[in-house]
């Protein structure tokens, strides 16, 4: 079953590091999207991104935080300068515009992020 | 703005009882979708069931079922026989818009499940 794979499992950083968390999604699916979880809490939105453009983004997510889809498969999310609080699992995912399930957005197993 | 509510912090169940999640939610807009995920302590989030405002009859997937009440803007996620497999962490969510919409899904606070041998 297609599945939306993340990359790293687990990163630990030196807090003002720049971080990268890389995701492939579901090959055929267009709209991507990034969440975090910071251990314990809720699941926030922080971004989606459709044709290659931001959709939409959260107050979370400010000018520290980008997202690209450099080739085909890839949609990465970048944090610039790492901070305590950026210390979340952080989830991909995607969706298909093709009404089943109300297009349904599927999750990545997440990455761990860890600023210390 | 659309709101999402789970009261139920945490519940404890019996192996093979039946368990009611709830979940109420807040839209002013017609057309809206409702998901219930699953979070394992691994920490994935698995989709389990969906419900779309204008759909007639209740989901169901296997063992889970939505109890949908439009006019309570209630959708509680319902697993029969429950198994020590579901202990996890549930989050309800919503997503504004109908079947062409692909916008993000807003999340509730979730709600622990431990099921008891």
């Known amino acids: 079953e297609p599945e939306v794979t993340q990359t790293p499992s687990h990163q630990v950083t030196q807090m003002g590091q720049e971080v990268i968390l890389r995701c492939v999604p579901i090959?055929?699916?267009?709209?991507f999207y990034w969440y975090r979880q910071i251990l314990g809490q809720k699941v926030e939105f922080l971004v989606s991104f459709y044709n290659n453009e931001i959709s939409e983004k959260s107050e979370i997510f400010d000018d520290q935080f980008s997202v690209e889809r450099p080739d085909g498969s890839n949609f990465t999310l970048k944090i610039r300068s790492t901070k305590l609080e950026d210390s979340a699992m952080y989830f991909c995912a995607s969706s298909e515009l093709d009404g089943s399930s109300g297009n349904t957005i599927y999750f990545g197993e997440g990455s761990w992020l860890t600023v210390v | 703005a659309q709101k999402i509510t789970q009261t139920q912090p945490g519940m404890f169940v019996q192996e093979k009882e039946a368990v009611t999640l709830d979940c109420t939610y807040d839209t002013s807009d017609p057309s809206y979708g409702l998901f219930w995920y699953k979070q394992p302590s691994s920490g994935e989030m698995i989709f389990l069931i969906y419900q779309g405002s204008y759909d007639q009859q209740n989901a169901t997937e296997g063992r889970y079922s939505l109890n949908f009440q439009k006019a309570r803007k209630s959708a509680n996620l319902v697993i029969s026989a429950s198994q020590l497999g579901d202990s996890a962490m549930y989050f309800c969510a919503m997503r504004e818009g109908g079947y062409s919409s692909a916008s993000k899904i807003i999340f509730g606070s979730g709600t622990r499940l431990s099921i008891r041998p």
């Open positions: 090959s055929n699916h267009l709209y």
